[in-house]
């Protein structure tokens, strides 16, 4: 991936750090990807499936220019860290290129414990 992906991994793990959120635990890591061609982005997601992720189902949505646009989520349960990022970020990285689709970034859905009053989301914007 590229140096502004890794830079915002980075940024993202040290706004966690900085919340108190404990990084030697295991989240679950989403990974964000989307394509204008649904049977590409289906053998995308059949792909990253046989690397070991479990995958959402597609979701149809309009971007700003209102074209159709599909997205799935790749996820897994690990320690965060750069090295792991970059690790998933490397597999995931010939395969965008095989089927033409594009990686949105990845976030963290946090469950709420109390300590903050909504559901907190670390995500690449």
Do not use: C
């Not at 830079?7 to 989240?27: C, F, H, P, S, T």
């Amino acid at each position: 991936m590229n140096d502004a992906i890794k830079q915002e991994n980075l940024a993202i793990i040290e706004e966690m750090r900085a919340d108190g959120v404990d990084l030697n635990q295991k989240y679950t890591v989403e990974h964000h990807f989307s394509s204008h061609d649904f049977k590409l982005l289906e053998k995308l997601a059949v792909a990253v499936y046989e690397q070991g992720f479990e995958v959402t189902d597609a979701e149809e949505f309009r971007d700003e220019r209102n074209r159709v646009v599909f997205s799935f989520d790749a996820y897994r349960d690990m320690i965060i860290s750069e090295a792991e990022l970059e690790r998933d970020q490397q597999i995931f990285k010939p395969l965008l290129s095989k089927f033409h689709a594009v990686y949105d970034g990845w976030g963290v859905p946090m469950e709420d414990d109390g300590e903050y009053p909504d559901e907190q989301v670390y995500e690449e914007e």
